[in-house]
């Protein structure tokens, strides 16, 4: 990875190529990392996580692909039909340590808005060169910065974080639709949210990481099936034996 100031090297065609999300096995967002929130204060990741997270890096002052990036993620969370704050948070976290916190409210007020349910269960960060290298590498998160324009070249991605940091998915930033993001944030939780239906859904789905979007298969829906028609057999039969008992008696 290059570092975030480089001093030359203008990004070459293989750069483009070599952005992009593979996070490592098991991989945890570092939540003794300290960040700068939006109103100053320096605060470890581990306090300001404690719900399911939907993380997304951004350059603050990118007038391309990180606003609709966010604009994605912020309609995905909004058409999840989940309770933001009590069942989820979205955390941003600013690639670029040139960025203030006035280019993080700028991009934060363009996107998600003031005042709603999901703007209070927003919180756009900042961090030192060393703490930004240290969280995408630990969350296989490559991209380059081109001195010459000032641009970052990065993928679009939303991960989806168990309340521990530990990643549980990570989702296309494009095109993001709202079942997935809840299908993605109920997994993550472990069965804390949802409904029965989600875990239904979830049992009846496959995560397709290349797409970052999650499937009905036909072969899940028919086990699922076949369990649910055993089981109801079973519980029949169980019944009819009991009452059979019953009369004997």
């Known amino acids: 990875m290059l570092a975030v100031y480089p001093a030359a090297a203008r990004v070459l065609p293989i750069d483009y190529q070599d952005a992009g999300v593979a996070p490592p096995a098991d991989a945890s967002l570092p939540l003794p990392v300290s960040v700068t929130d939006s109103s100053g204060r320096h605060i470890s990741l581990g306090d300001l996580i404690s719900h399911p997270t ?4 951004a350059d603050y002052t990118c007038r391309t692909l990180c606003g609709p990036t966010i604009a994605f993620v912020a309609s995905a969370l909004e058409k999840s039909g989940l309770r933001p704050s009590d069942q989820f948070q979205l955390l941003v976290i600013g690639l670029d340590p040139k960025d203030s916190m006035a280019d993080a409210a700028t991009m934060r ?3 998600i808005g003031a005042g709603t349910p999901l703007d209070r269960a927003t919180e756009f960060v900042t961090a030192s060169p060393a703490a930004v290298q240290k969280l ?3 969350l296989g998160y490559r991209y380059h910065y081109d001195a010459d324009s000032d641009v970052y070249i990065h993928p679009a991605a939303a991960y989806v974080l168990r309340s521990d940091g530990h990643v549980s998915r990570v989702l296309t930033g494009i095109g993001l639709s709202g079942a997935d993001m809840r299908l993605a944030i109920v997994e ?6 949802g409904t029965l ?3 239904v859904r979830l049992l009846c789905s496959a995560f397709d990481p290349a797409h970052g979007t999650y499937d009905l298969r036909i072969s899940r829906i028919l086990e699922f099936a076949a369990f649910v028609t055993v089981a109801l057999l079973a519980g029949g039969i169980g019944l009819l034996l009991f009452a059979d008992r019953r009369r004997a008696a």
């Open 54 to 57: 939907v993380l997304v890096f």
């Open 197 to 199: 239906r989600d875990q």
């Open 109 to 111: 007020h363009a996107h």
């Open 188 to 193: 993550a939780s472990a069965g804390k949210v």
């Open 136 to 138: 995408t590498t630990a």
